[in-house]
């Protein structure tokens, strides 16, 4: 009996929680793209700047609610596919580049789009957060405001 005793002291003396590690930033990436490509009411903004510091950060929470309703709420673009071709982390610092195809239904006929971009993200208190977006590839147009995925 003496050796289920020790075992059941020494289970329950493991109380040691189990590390949860931060999101990769691929993963959020993905998540950021397809979370501003649903956004259903303002209250979403909250949710995508929280996952932003520096430059998107400042750029979400200069927006207006009235750009912000005209720009993401209920707009009829919609992610076809998204896919991460790259990414690379260097200490507190990492680069995500991605490709994402959308379907735009505006105009006479529903068109395909791909955009290619780049964003930064820094590591702040262990989790990421993106820092900045820019177009890569062939791609000439940057949202500061706005869509941007």
Known sequence: MKPLIAIILALAGCTQKASVEAIRPEALVESFVRMS??????????????????????????????????????????????????????????????????????GQEPTIEASEREVELLKVDGNWYLEAIRPKGSDQIAFTRGMIF
């Open 37 to 106: 490509s649903d956004v259903k009411s303002s209250e979403d903004l909250k949710k995508l700047s929280g996952m932003c510091q520096g430059r998107m950060k400042k750029a979400f929470d200069g927006i207006s609610s009235e750009s912000f309703e005209v720009s993401y709420v209920n707009q009829p673009i919609k992610i076809k596919n998204l896919r991460i071709l790259q990414a690379a982390e260097d200490g507190n610092l990492a680069r995500v580049h991605y490709l994402v195809e959308t379907e735009n239904p505006n």
